[in-house]
């Protein structure tokens, strides 16, 4: 089954009937803010998202995608422009998402489709504190993010997600969101700047975060 919105094509089965149509129309709103962060006049083809009802088979493809097998938190990836999640009850299969709720899929959904979007603007992306603090800034996800708690190695390679967040928090809030854009188009600058912009927000005390991402919530 297939429910088309604006900027995407999300094929569901049987497993998330439940939350559909809610998460749908969230989504919906949600997703035409990413698409104008990235200032993309021009979306010529929808983002094809499938959420797949067995863990099992989101495994097998992703090894099939990436070449390796995923790790045990992994729920959702984006390649070639389309986005690859679980059903909820798969979902909550995945190591430390075991209480996640409906409104934690919205925004997992979120955070793959923000890669997808990010591969329209500029194919190749580039360190993790950009690419990780989009997604979860745009998400909605890991709102109450106050520091960096993590050296620079890790954050150009892989740390808590957190981390992210507050960094591309900080440095949208101090420089703006077009020499954001600048650093994504331009890899050159975004290698130069990266060490300077994370000793910075290092050194931060106050915490420079963005509100959750404004939705009902969903009783489940």
Same mark, same amino acid.
């Given at each position: 089954m297939i429910k088309h919105l604006k900027y995407m094509d999300i094929e569901y089965t049987?497993?998330?009937l439940e939350y559909i149509d809610f998460i749908s129309k969230i989504i919906d709103e949600n997703s035409e803010k990413i698409v104008n962060f990235f200032e993309l006049d021009n979306y010529d083809e929808k983002t094809y998202v499938k959420l797949f009802s067995s863990l099992e088979e989101f495994k097998k493809y992703y090894k099939e995608v990436h070449g390796k097998e995923p790790r045990d938190w992994v729920c959702g990836f984006a390649i070639n422009k389309n986005v690859y999640t679980l059903t909820l009850n798969e979902y909550r299969k995945t190591r430390t998402h075991e209480n996640h709720n409906v409104n934690a899929l919205i925004k997992l959904i979120l955070h793959e489709?923000? $890669?997808s979007v990010h591969m329209r603007r $500029?194919?190749?992306i580039t360190f993790r504190w950009i690419s990780e603090g989009a997604a979860?800034?745009?998400s909605g996800q890991y709102e109450d993010s106050n520091k960096i708690n993590c050296t620079y190695e890790e #954050? #150009?390679?892989y740390c808590a997600y957190s981390?992210?967040?507050f960094m591309f928090d900080y440095v949208l809030k101090k420089y703006g969101k077009e020499y954001i854009l600048k650093l994504i188009d331009d890899e050159q600058l975004l290698e130069q700047e990266t060490k300077r912009l994370f000793e910075e927000t290092s050194n931060q005390k106050e915490m420079?975060?963005?509100p959750e991402l404004e939705t009902e919530k969903f009783k489940n």
């Amino acid at each position: 089954m297939i429910k088309h919105l604006k900027y995407m094509d999300i094929e569901y089965t049987d497993s998330d009937l439940e939350y559909i149509d809610f998460i749908s129309k969230i989504i919906d709103e949600n997703s035409e803010k990413i698409v104008n962060f990235f200032e993309l006049d021009n979306y010529d083809e929808k983002t094809y998202v499938k959420l797949f009802s067995s863990l099992e088979e989101f495994k097998k493809y992703y090894k099939e995608v990436h070449g390796k097998e995923p790790r045990d938190w992994v729920c959702g990836f984006a390649i070639n422009k389309n986005v690859y999640t679980l059903t909820l009850n798969e979902y909550r299969k995945t190591r430390t998402h075991e209480n996640h709720n409906v409104n934690a899929l919205i925004k997992l959904i979120l955070h793959e489709f923000t $890669h997808s979007v990010h591969m329209r603007r $500029h194919s190749n992306i580039t360190f993790r504190w950009i690419s990780e603090g989009a997604a979860t800034y745009l998400s909605g996800q890991y709102e109450d993010s106050n520091k960096i708690n993590c050296t620079y190695e890790e #954050i #150009i390679n892989y740390c808590a997600y957190s981390n992210y967040r507050f960094m591309f928090d900080y440095v949208l809030k101090k420089y703006g969101k077009e020499y954001i854009l600048k650093l994504i188009d331009d890899e050159q600058l975004l290698e130069q700047e990266t060490k300077r912009l994370f000793e910075e927000t290092s050194n931060q005390k106050e915490m420079y975060v963005t509100p959750e991402l404004e939705t009902e919530k969903f009783k489940n």
